[in-house]
Each structure stands twice: as structure tokens, then as C-alpha cells.
């Protein structure tokens, strides 16, 4: 069984994840091939770009199914920024279904000036103490890490969001169902904050 699968579906900063899970000494495989993923222990899930098409790459890859017969086997699986969208239910950005592992939809930010659209830059996390994605963060002052995103994740149930950010409105820039996890920031490029983080993932 290999250790942790980063899944390669045509977009996403895989090299920077892989990069970042090396220095804490945690070996990952980047891979496309069903047969890979489902031999996964532990899943990452990135994203960049538009809903809809990241749905579609995943469905002609073979993955969509893959993905949640692992996460039903209780394999841990972590979504990052779009990857995090994809566990909804739907997203306003697109048409095609999401992975349903999370319950909610993605909506657009309508955010009041100065503030623009899309949030990007660094911003203050504010997470659940209890999250194991979470675990060591009460050493430090507070939890910064680095976005860029025009939408944000609605959880149907408030139990599933494990931090919020302030951006024009809070927003859940963290959720967790079981095993499940996502993060609407980018753990891969916010230094000391990303690399916990991901030490945490690894070690469930």
C-alpha cells in the first residue's frame, strides 16, 4: 500500500506538496492511475482553476469513484483550495455534481470595497482546537496562511467547519468530516504554518 497518494488530475501545485512533505520526512507519489489511488493510505487532493472542469478531469480519469470508495474505507483524504470545493455537493461556479463528502455548496464572495475579488495574500486562521489537522497551533500566536480563491465553502452543518477566516464575512477556510478534511488556503505556500499542518495530516 503506498503511503500518500497526491492525485494528479491536470491541476494543481502537485510538486510543491510533494516538496513539502519531503522536508518532513514523509514520502509521496504523485498519481493519475486508479489503480494507485485506490492503494492509497492517505489521499491529497489539490486544485487550481474552475469547478466544473476539475469534476470532469477527475470523472475521465476513473477517479471520482476511487476517491470515494477509499474515503468509505476510512482512508484520510485532504483537499486543498479547489480540492477542498470539490468535496461539496455543488459549487454556483459549475453544473456537474461534486465528490458529496462534505455536506454543503460553494458560493461566490461578494465582498464590500476596498476589498476585491479574488481574496488572495495571507490572512489569520481561526481553527478548531479540537482538529487534528490543528494540533500544536496553540504554540504560536495565531495561524496565518496564504490564499487565492473567488469562492467559498457553506457547510450544511456547522460541526463540519474546523476554522473560519475573515474576508468582507467569515468563511469556513477549513472543514472536516470523519477522516475528511479541506483547506481553502494552501498549506504548500505558507511556510512553518503549511508544513505543521501537513506533518499533521501525515501522522492520522
Given at each position: ?137 496553540a504554540n504560536w500566536d495565531e495561524a496565518r496562511f496564504y490564499f487565492v480563491h ?55
Amino acid at each position: 500500500m503506498t503511503s500518500i497518494v497526491i492525485i494528479d488530475y491536470g491541476m494543481g501545485n502537485l510538486g510543491s506538496i510533494q516538496n513539502m512533505l519531503k522536508k518532513i520526512g514523509q514520502p509521496a507519489v504523485i498519481a493519475s492511475e486508479p489503480t494507485v489511488v485506490s492503494q492509497a493510505a492517505k489521499l491529497i487532493l489539490p486544485g487550481v482553476g474552475a469547478f466544473d472542469h476539475a469534476m470532469a478531469n477527475l470523472a475521465q480519469r476513473g477517479l471520482t469513484e476511487v476517491i470515494q470508495q477509499r474515503v468509505a474505507k476510512g482512508r484520510p483524504l485532504l483537499g486543498i483550495c479547489l480540492g477542498m470545493q470539490l468535496l461539496a455537493h455543488r459549487s454556483d461556479e459549475g453544473t456537474l455534481p461534486g465528490l458529496g463528502l462534505v455536506p454543503g455548496q460553494v458560493v461566490k464572495f461578494s465582498v464590500p470595497a476596498p476589498l476585491k475579488i479574488p481574496h488572495m495574500g495571507w490572512n489569520v486562521v481561526q481553527y478548531q482546537a479540537n482538529s487534528p489537522l490543528f494540533r500544536g497551533f496553540a504554540n504560536w500566536d495565531e495561524a496565518r496562511f496564504y490564499f487565492v480563491h473567488s469562492y467559498y465553502y457553506q457547510c450544511h452543518d456547522p460541526g463540519h467547519v474546523a476554522a473560519t477566516t475573515w474576508y468582507g464575512t467569515h468563511f469556513a477556510s477549513a472543514v472536516q468530516n470523519g477522516l475528511v478534511f479541506g483547506t481553502q488556503f494552501h498549506p504548500e505556500k505558507s511556510h512553518k504554518f503549511g508544513l505543521l499542518l501537513l506533518r499533521n495530516f501525515a501522522q492520522l
